[in-house]
């Protein structure tokens, strides 16, 4: 498992009875990676894991693991550790490279009880693990000192996909733990402050719809002013609804999303457009 690169956070696509799609799930996902993209990172919440059944979640990852020839990352979440573990399980005998392992659902408590569901999940298997650290969604801050705690006790500990927001957290993690871990970026507006703090990947919204700009802005390309009102689309409650409304306004995907979420409506979504439009209008050539 290498950790680097940019790794779409893959969106889950349904069809008209909501029912997973797979055969468009194979199909976004080898058009990402055939456009640079170095893996795919499958159940996350942009991923609408939280509604997927556990059977569907296995698809899925067993889908891509059949489709690709590149890294397929299972992200563990739960409310519930024994759940958690069963499906770290399940991943790596779908054939899945790495876990990204978040913090149970609903519930946020102190260092040793998360400490301990996250010792779980990454005891469960000999898989390549990235530690996800979203305070702001999950409610649960893991600490550059407790990051670097798990590192110690966890040698398939390998990753740490940062999205607190705060940009000082690489550098933090960095002087605690040099290259022990592969800092991602997890945050789109965030990525190129974070690539020049030190970051050497990126798990992307945004690359759903547009993974050509995704890599190049990565690799340094001058497009960030151009690609920053979509980008800021990966940072409000609505992200899931709005990323895929990009994919259906490029052609790839539908803005179909399963309740509670609901597809955008009125002014919401003619902003919404005239942003995806605006920037379609003045798209760079690469």
Not at 73 to 97: N, P
Not at 161 to 174: G, L, Y
Not at 223 to 239: C, E, H
């Amino acid at each position: 498992m290498k950790w680097q690169g940019v790794m779409p956070a893959i969106t889950t696509p349904f069809r008209e009875d909501l029912s997973v799609d797979h055969d468009f799930l194979a199909k976004h996902a080898q058009w990402m990676i055939d456009n640079g993209c170095t893996g795919i990172v499958a159940l996350g919440s942009l991923g609408e894991g939280a509604t997927l059944e556990f059977d569907e979640k296995v698809a899925v990852l067993v889908t891509l693991v059949r489709a690709l020839h590149v890294p397929v990352v299972a992200a563990i979440s739960a409310l519930g550790t024994a759940t958690a573990v069963r499906l770290a399980k399940e991943a790596e005998d779908a054939g899945c490279s790495g876990l990204m392992v978040l913090p149970p659902y609903v519930y946020s408590t102190d260092w040793r009880e998360m400490k301990a569901h996250m010792s779980a999940v990454i005891g469960a298997t000999k898989l390549s693990c990235m530690l996800y650290n979203n305070p702001i969604a999950y409610r649960t801050d893991f600490l550059p000192e407790q990051i670097a705690e798990l590192a110690d006790e966890h040698p398939n500990l390998n990753a740490v996909k940062e999205s607190s927001a705060d940009i000082r957290r690489v550098a933090a993690i960095r002087t605690l733990l040099g290259k022990r871990l592969a800092i991602f970026i997890g945050v789109d507006d965030l990525i190129v402050e974070g690539v020049a703090a030190g970051a050497v990947g990126w798990i992307a919204g945004l690359v759903n719809a547009m993974p050509k700009e995704s890599v190049a802005l990565f690799e340094g390309a001058d497009i960030y002013d151009w690609f920053l009102p979509l980008l800021r689309m990966d940072t409000v409650p609505k992200f899931v609804q709005l990323i895929k409304l990009v994919q259906q306004e490029v052609g790839m995907g539908s803005e179909r999303v399963r309740p509670p979420r609901l597809e955008l409506e009125g002014a919401e979504r003619e902003a919404a457009i005239r942003v995806i439009r605006a920037a379609r209008t003045s798209r760079p050539r690469l």
